[in-house]
């Protein structure tokens, strides 16, 4: 079973006038599957790799060679990155870990994150709940240009070699970097540190399932292979599939309508406590390649849907209050997970109590999915356009086929905003500016 998204209640017949009909998603079909050719002309031309990665399986055993060279006694991992260079990693391990794994054998580290934040708290923590004798570090940086992961791996580094010096210290260090130039492929070729290439024609953000996101995730256990072949399947079926049978492409246009009628803010809000990181890597994939100050002809737009990230239940008890009766602004889209593969039925202690009583006895998966069926009836009475994308369960092929699904749709959405979906000109100049704050020659 695919992965499967309802949007009726996008519709002018769920929430009126707030909808889109159904002769406006038709007049955009044409122009979704000129969208498709141009997306296709720019694969075919190198630039647009994402698309090819799951069915190219980059590195398999370069990744298992590396992870065979290291010390059998080391035990975790620490991955130093941010943004796309960590998210999607860390998403993808929260979701998955314990659930979808290699077979009972296979090595299985322990994650940890670093190289988000530079608050010296942050750091400390980090340092103390790694034990640094049974611990190896990957950094992750295309350029090893980004100052926050860079600073921040300084830092353990001198922990790591503290603890087991520098020799040994260099055979636990692994650079995901460019593979001909940057500050990092220098440091690394210096140290002799084991890398890994960032594909050039792959941005950060969607980087996911390159070596970037794969390699750490092999060496936690997860079935990387599952994660390759949903996002395969998926983007198979974006090419053959008519554009309004194309989750995709239909989610694309959808959001691209009713920005134009003023829903400019995009909530993604999973039923899965363990997809609640897949709701901030979508912020990022959505915020960074979408808000744009110009369009391609470079002329000034100023476009751009605000991403926010909840997750259910949670958020059913504190922003579901201003989705519901507060500016009519915005399109929320649930992700249901449709089998949890795990079950348990309420016990019934208080019959008498009709509070607790008449859910006594029903199942936990039960209970979830009529809350967000719950919150999507509420939403849809209040002429508020929902949708929802349903997994057939929480296994790395629906994970994989979902990540591939949403990184696609924004990839049509840079279509129909008409902006580039793969720059991120805002980001490079606060880069500039931090650069001539600390002294960098040149800024």
Known sequence: MALRYDFLNMMR??????????????????????S????????????LG????????????????????????????????IGGSLLGTQAVYEALRGVDTLKRGARAMKLVFAGDATDPRAARDIFEQVDWNRAAINI??????????????????HELVRAVGLEKASKRIIATTDAKKGTLHEIAAREKYATLPVPN??????????????????????????????????????????PLKSAPMV??????????????????MPYAKRLTLVGQWYRQLWAESLGKKTDRKRKRVDVGPTPVAAVGPADQHSQIQLYNEGPSDKIVTFVEVDDFDIDARLPEPW???????????????????AERQATAEALTDSRRPNGTLHMPDLTGRSLG????????????????????????PGVEAGKKHMYRLLGRKGF
């Open 201 to 242: 024609n792959v941005g950060g953000r969607f980087s996911v399932f390159t070596e970037v996101g794969a390699f750490p995730l092999l060496a936690a256990g997860i079935d990387i292979d599952a994660l390759w072949k949903g996002a395969a399947a998926e983007e198979a079926d974006f090419w053959k599939m008519a």
């Open 50 to 81: 994402f698309f090819d990665v799951p069915k190219r399986r980059p590195s398999r055993e370069a990744m298992a060679s590396v992870l065979r060279a290291l010390d059998p006694e080391i035990d975790t991992l620490v991955v130093v990155g």
């Open 140 to 157: 992750v940086s295309k350029s090893g240009d980004t100052i926050e992961p860079m600073a921040i791996f300084t830092l353990l580094r």
């Open 401 to 424: 086929a979902l990540l591939q699904c949403l990184m696609m749709a924004t990839a049509m959405a840079g279509e129909l905003f008409d902006v580039d979906a793969f720059d991120q």
């Open 13 to 34: 017949n769920r929430v009126g006038a707030e909808g889109v009909s159904p002769e406006e998603l038709q007049a955009v079909a044409g122009w979704l599957e000129a």
């Open 36 to 47: 498709r050719r141009a997306l296709a002309d720019r694969k075919k031309a190198g630039e």
């Open 251 to 268: 989610y694309a246009a959808l959001q691209w309508l009713l920005y134009r009628r003023g829903k400019t803010i995009s909530v993604f």
């Open 351 to 369: 019959s008498d109590i009709e509070g607790v009583s008449y859910f006594s006895g029903h199942t936990l998966r039960k209970l979830v999915h």
